[in-house]
């Protein structure tokens, strides 16, 4: 008898009847053992809940350093640009210090006025305030990012590396699948774990049929092909193993999948924006023609944002497009946007990119607050954050995001995970593998796909409603209205395990 096996299910029967004498409650999905180890529910094709500890800068293995300060500069009058951009310029040139940081630009006090975008082009740069003290104004007219951190070039596939997998399902949770070929392959490689896309599954889950409505696109197969980055952990005969889970199975029905090695020369890291106040002139409360994205990264990866607000943007506090990764940002609030109250505004704390993370931030009169866009490839966190006055919801907003987890988020709007229809041009599909856990909201929706995944909602306070659509199957709820659920935040057990796991390929 395998006793080990036999214990781990007499835990798991048992820890719901001692939570409720404790006056707490367990998910069934992911149980905490009372040595703080994580038991996950394995449904009959091997899905779980996956690990979304990994995300973050250096996957939280480490917080973002205190970077020695290579120039102070004072506000100077009407237009401080130059002067910043100068000084950004000047440090670009200096060589990477053992840790990859070529130090900190000091922004003292002051109000600095800033016409046009400062931009960050170069790895191992840090601007940073004196907190609220330190004001940068966006002045004048024009949509445009504040400070903008991008790196140059594209994902590049290697030649010659694509392999298949060879398994006809690669359940979601897993970090390892079987290949046709291993030869040409070592641990530490980035490789992308790639899902095509094809018309069967468009079909299946009705994205090929949405009801028309003005401006409605229909779902194309070609642009449905997912690109997850990974990087291989170590290699056993045939198998090869990752080092974050996958967020969406991969399904011989519907293509199965591949691999292949990749470079991405041109992305910058080791960035960070910090203690800063940064602001927009505007005319009205309704004004589009003025600063639109506080920050913004792109082509970016092991970096961060912390402790910084805005105010009266029309877009973001930060916004983290589609080529981000393992970017954190925390304890940052977005306050009083100003634009018109409808599509395309204030989506508060955006992330298009992948393994990111955003923790303890605030918003308010935002319309998306915590939101992802189209075809996100995950995992990717919020946690701990609060919307207030929110004019919109939460949650994947556009189409087939996958594998995000909303941890402890409260807001006085919505929280929704459903298929939005026709809105926008035919989003559909927001999302697969989103798991809201213990949440607050005024009411949430969470419905499954058709088909490829489920959705879930563990622990959430708040009105359990239909969504946009009826008829569309019923995501997996558990514990509606319950208080006490333990773990009380899923990502921090999840980490807190992960680092008691022995240390894995990290920063590369």
């Known amino acids: 008898m395998n006793y ?87 440090l670009s040139k200096v060589p990477l210090d053992h840790q990859g940081f070529r130090g900190a630009i000091l922004l003292k006090e002051g109000v600095y006025k800033i016409p046009g975008t400062i931009k960050i082009s170069t790895s191992g740069i840090v601007l940073r305030g004196e907190g609220e003290k330190t004001r940068l104004i966006a002045t004048g007219k024009g949509q445009r990012k504040l400070i903008s951190v991008i790196g140059q070039g594209n994902l590049e596939e290697i030649a010659g590396s694509r392999v298949k997998i060879y398994d006809k399902y690669v359940p979601v949770g897993s970090r390892s699948f079987r290949v046709a070929e291993t030869r040409g392959l070592k641990k530490g490689d980035a490789i992308i774990v790639y899902r095509p896309g094809t018309a069967k599954w468009i079909a299946d889950l009705k994205m090929d049929s949405i009801a028309q409505g003005e401006g409605t696109v229909q779902w194309q197969k070609d642009d449905y092909n997912f690109n997850f980055e990974r990087r291989i952990t170590a290699i056993k005969g045939d ?63 092991h970096a961060w944002v912390r402790k910084v607000i805005s105010r009266n943007f029309g877009y973001s506090c930060v916004n983290l497009g589609g080529s981000s990764k393992n970017i954190t940002v925390s304890e940052s609030k977005c306050l009083s946007p100003k634009s018109q109250i409808i599509g395309g505004r204030r989506y508060s704390f955006n992330n298009d990119g992948q393994q990111n993370l955003f923790m303890n931030c605030y918003s308010s009169e935002g319309r998306h607050d915590y939101v992802t866009g189209a075809k996100v490839c995950g995992p990717n966190v919020f946690y701990n954050c609060v919307s207030v006055n929110a004019k919109a919801d939460i949650g994947p907003h556009h189409r087939w995001a996958m594998g995000t987890l909303y941890d402890n988020i409260v807001t006085d709007g919505e929280i929704n995970i459903q298929d939005r229809g026709n809105w926008g041009t035919g989003h559909g599909w927001a999302g697969v593998t989103q798991v809201l856990w213990n949440c607050t909201a005024a009411k949430a929706s969470v419905q499954q796909p058709y088909v490829s995944g489920q959705n879930y909602s563990i622990g959430l306070k708040g009105n359990k409603t239909i969504g946009r659509l009826k008829g569309r199957p019923e995501g997996s709820w558990e514990g509606n209205n319950r208080n006490g659920l333990e773990p009380g935040s899923l990502y921090i057990m999840q980490l807190k395990a992960a680092k008691k796991r022995a240390p894995q390929i990290t920063g590369l």
């Open 239 to 301: 198998t090869v193993e990752i080092d974050q889970p996958i967020v969406m199975a991969m399904e011989d029905q519907y293509g199965g999948g591949e691999i292949y090695k990749y470079r991405f020369e041109g992305r910058i890291n080791e960035v960070g924006i910090e203690e800063l106040s940064l602001e927009s002139e505007f005319v009205s409360d309704t004004d589009e023609d003025h600063g639109w994205d506080a920050i913004y990264f792109n082509k970016v990866e």
């Open 4 to 90: 080990r096996r036999y214990f781990g299910i007499l835990l798991i029967i048992a820890a719901p009847f001692w939570c409720q004498a404790q006056g707490k409650w367990q998910s069934r999905y992911v149980k905490q053992t009372k040595d703080s180890s994580l038991l996950y529910l394995v449904d009959v094709q091997g899905n779980t809940i996956p690990d979304f500890s990994g995300v973050g800068y250096h996957r939280q293995s480490m917080d973002p350093p205190v970077v020695r300060v290579f120039k102070e500069i004072r506000a100077g009058g009407n237009d401080d640009q130059e002067m910043i951009q100068s000084a950004i310029d000047e």
